[in-house]
């Protein structure tokens, strides 16, 4: 079993819709959260992060934290065709120092 | 804004040559990861630096050695390069070494074996 894992999708959504994306993560003392989005042979960039319960905002975007629960999802309101990217979500595992683990990416297609 | 950067961005070697990847963190940030991403794979970490220290490794291998400069900047080395080591490598940089910093990722290296 992974410790971060996601869907692999493809995920496919109408443009304007809101697409949703989850993650689980196996180690329950986890602190920071990260969601990033990938472009096909580009680099990640940051979206995200989230280190408290609950839910965080930004622009389109919105991060949502349950620890009990080990789950953590990214909610992208009014998807457009260029959002279409695979997103990763990374977590700092607990006594893994600082580097990122990430889970194998959900690939998200925005559609006409 | 200043991002990081990585150079060369691709690099083309034969099996048991060698290479070195240069990495440029963003200003101010102290801290430099590098992370492995083979096709279709998600990013795996190798090794990072603080303050100049190597502060965490990976699965990193003994081929490889990584070092951080005064300046800040990271450099790479992979010597007897094999046909598996062709990937994309990211370097990555922070404010600090706290997990709670953000992570940022320069543009990569594509590196071919052949």
């Known amino acids: 079993q992974k410790e971060v894992e996601q869907n692999s999708g493809p995920l496919s959504v109408p443009e304007g819709a ?11 003392g986890s602190q920071s959260f990260f969601w990033y989005r990938q472009y096909s042979g580009k680099s990640p960039e940051l979206i995200m992060s989230i280190y408290s319960n609950g839910d965080k905002e930004d622009g389109r975007f919105t991060a949502q934290l349950n620890k009990a629960s080990q789950y953590v999802s990214l909610l992208i309101r009014d998807s457009q065709p ?3 990217a695979t ?11 600082n580097k990122l683990t990430f ?10 | 804004a200043a991002g990081v950067i990585q150079s060369p961005r ?6 048991r040559e060698t290479a070195t990847l240069k ?14 991403q083979g096709p279709g794979q998600d ?21 490889f050695s990584a070092q951080q400069f005064s300046d800040y900047h990271s450099e790479l080395n992979m010597s007897s ?24 990722f320069g543009p990569g290296t594509r590196l071919t074996v052949t």
């Open chain 2, 43 to 63: 990013p795996q970490f190798l090794i990072s630096f603080y303050e100049k220290m190597q502060s965490d490794k990976g699965s990193i291998p003994d081929r």
């Open chain 2, 10 to 15: 691709h690099l083309i070697k034969e099996k």
């Open chain 1, 87 to 97: 997103y990763l979500c990374a977590v700092v595992l607990t006594g893994g120092g």
């Open chain 1, 18 to 28: 809101i697409a949703s994306l989850n993650c689980t993560y196996s180690d329950r």
């Open chain 2, 23 to 36: 990495c440029y963190p963003i200003p101010r940030h102290d801290t430099v990861y590098w992370y492995q």
């Open chain 2, 81 to 104: 390069l094999e046909l598996g080591d062709s990937a994309l490598y990211f370097c990555a940089s922070s404010l600090g070494a706290d997990p709670f910093y953000e992570q940022y």
């Open chain 1, 103 to 112: 889970g194998t990416g959900t690939q998200l297609k925005v559609e006409l």
């Open chain 1, 82 to 84: 260029s959002d279409s």
